[in-house]
């Protein structure tokens, strides 16, 4: 599989409101877990999806990595088709 490298759309920013952190931007406003939050600050155009996956799997070491490369693939997808992130050339 390739392992794509992703950057944030630069209008969109974090905020942190009564303890949850939220994503706004032009077209969308979304709430992030910890967990969805750590993906975020690492993608900065230079991180691979492998390096998150592996990321994320040295913090959560009970979860097999099938599940989380699924779920972070499945997140960045998402993210992706919103135009909230982009996919370096």
């Known amino acids: 599989m390739v392992r794509n490298v992703y950057k944030r759309n ?9 303890n949850r952190n939220i ?21 900065n155009g230079e991180n ?8 994320i799997q040295s ?7 099938e599940t ?4 972070i693939l499945d997140f960045i997808e998402g993210l992706a088709d919103k135009n909230i992130i982009n996919a370096c050339v």
């Open 10 to 18: 630069i209008l969109y920013r974090i905020r942190k409101l009564d």
């Open 23 to 43: 994503l706004f931007g032009p077209s969308h406003c979304l709430e992030l877990n910890e967990l969805a939050l750590l993906i975020w600050n690492n993608l």
């Open 48 to 55: 691979n999806t492998e390096y998150l996956i592996n990321l």
């Open 59 to 65: 913090q959560y070491e009970e979860i097999d990595k």
């Open 68 to 71: 989380i490369e699924k779920d």
